[in-house]
């Protein structure tokens, strides 16, 4: 791609909202995200590791295949248990499964950081995350500029796992905003288990089968490349995508896709690390939402917007 700035120039930008260095130098904590792979989780550990030489503290990354596998996960958090970590760094891929394994842990002195999601019924000793409730309005409104006034609006939405906080809200508060507008449908709101060809297979039929369809969300970056491929042939549908994979970066550059929602997770992975340290520590950690933003093709190549769309540093 043209003009995009060096990757690790980056490092020094990104972490200069972050707090001063801690003074812990043998916390041992487990980072367990929903899946090894993707984008997302992999700027989060970056972020822990980038944290890690700041407080010292001893890492352990713990994560199953895919993110629907929720008993893989329940399983890192029994064997984090199991090996005395004092704190967890824990993604919660269903909201109410690992209830329990969480219970468990903080009855025996581990403390538990949310970073992303969070679970309903078992509260956390801190959570960090983004207000996707503000990003689902964001997004209804982005799509509405798209279309004049009294131009229909034929929606398809397309989430990752059904039975997490942050889609939960994100789904519903995009829902909400796009009903509120008169001449929008939503056709179908269904999720693809961040599967691509699942993702793939969701568009192509519905699109087959509803040839209105003229704008499409996709709510994470494997459920994005999979509607960019059903979309392949197809013009005029507005498409706007959650993520900030190399593919979709690609993809808002040549204008096919119309907004990208970039969450900060390194901060996310980053601001974890350091609130676990915190609260070892006895200290309170500074409740903050997670910054983000939506990127267009024509805010892309500020300064602001290339430090959330380049994340990952290894």
């Known amino acids: 791609m043209k003009r995009i700035a060096p990757l690790f120039l980056l490092t020094v930008a990104l972490l200069v909202a972050c707090t001063p260095k801690q003074t812990v130098t043998t916390a041992k904590i487990a980072v367990i995200t929903m899946m090894q792979g993707g984008e997302f989780w992999g700027a989060l550990k970056s972020g822990a590791r980038t944290a890690r030489t700041a407080t010292s ?62 679970l309903i019924g078992q509260s956390s000793d801190f959570l960090i995350t983004a207000d996707y409730r503000q990003i689902g309005l964001d997004m209804a409104t982005h799509a509405f500029s798209l279309f004049g006034d009294d131009e229909q609006i034929n929606a398809l939405i397309i989430g990752s796992l059904p039975n997490t906080t942050t889609m939960t809200n994100l789904v519903e508060s995009l829902s ?7 001449n929008t449908r939503i056709v179908s709101s269904t999720f693809s288990f961040s599967d691509e060809a699942i993702a793939y297979n969701i568009a192509s039929n519905a699109l087959q089968h509803e040839p209105s369809i003229n704008m499409v969300f996709a709510l994470e970056e494997y459920t994005a490349g999979g509607i960019a491929q059903a979309l392949a042939d197809r013009a005029g549908i507005r498409f706007i995508a959650l993520g900030n994979t190399r593919y979709e970066i690609q993809l808002l550059e040549e204008g ?40 267009t093709k024509d805010s892309m190549f500020s300064e602001a917007h290339q430090r959330l769309l380049f994340q990952t540093v290894q």
């Open 176 to 182: 909400e905003a796009l009903r509120s507008r008169p």
């Open 256 to 295: 096919i896709i119309d907004a990208l929602v970039v969450v900060n997770a390194f901060n996310l992975g980053y601001r974890s690390i350091l609130a676990a340290v915190d609260l070892l520590e006895g200290k309170k950690p500074a409740h903050q939402p997670v910054d983000w933003a939506l990127v």
């Open 57 to 118: 503290a001893i890492l352990e990354f713990l994560a199953p295949i895919n993110e629907a596998d929720y008993e893989g996960q329940i399983r890192a958090v029994e064997q984090a248990i199991e090996q005395n970590f004092d704190a967890i760094i824990l993604s919660p891929s269903h909201y109410t499964r690992l209830k329990d394994v969480v219970a468990k842990a903080r009855t025996k002195g581990i403390k538990v950081v949310f970073a992303d999601t969070a």
